[in-house]
């Protein structure tokens, strides 16, 4: 039983690098054979025969087939995988608008509880708080949501109340 044995430092440096580059030559050759498989899934453009030729050409012969599939198809390669970024992206803004626009108006709860914070404080009186309580409950109410935008409560030289239906 004479078996070698090898030791980290039989190993050169210059192979160590040499092994690095293989490897990593090895998981980019199946990052482009994965891309290239779901591409060919991906494309609307051809038909089911054609695709069961790309995938039979690609599985059978992946150098070969993975090379002529670039060379033919790569262009529309790169503008199917734009399409897609450019749709998920406008479906995220999307519903990124959406979410956001369905907070923006705030209901009538909201509006009467900043209502009554604004008559604790006594900022406004008992009469304007009513006023624009009726305004908020029959739809016609402040749309901002700031809660100081109440009707006018002076009154004219006559003594009435003036009012702001």
Do not use: C
Request: hydrophobic fraction near 45%; charge should be neutral.
């Amino acid at each position: 039983m004479s078996a070698q044995t090898y030791l980290a430092y039989d190993y050169p440096l210059l192979s160590a690098f040499w092994t690095l580059l293989w490897f990593f030559l090895w998981i980019m050759w199946f990052i482009l054979l994965f891309r290239v498989v779901v591409d060919i899934f991906r494309d609307d453009g051809q038909g089911g025969w054609a695709k069961a030729g790309w995938l039979a050409l690609v599985i059978l012969l992946p150098f070969l087939g993975v090379f002529i599939y670039v060379v033919a198809r790569g262009k529309d390669m790169g503008r199917r995988e734009t399409a897609l970024a450019r749709e998920q992206q406008e479906a995220f803004d999307r519903y990124i608008r959406e979410t956001a626009g369905a907070k923006a108006a705030p209901s009538s709860v909201d509006e009467l509880a900043k209502l009554s914070e604004i008559r604790a404080r006594g900022d406004i009186t008992d009469e304007e708080f009513r006023r624009v309580k009726e305004l908020v409950l029959s739809g016609h109410g402040p749309a901002g949501g700031s809660g100081t935008s109440t009707p006018s409560s002076g009154t004219p030289s006559s003594g009435t109340p003036t009012s702001s239906h």
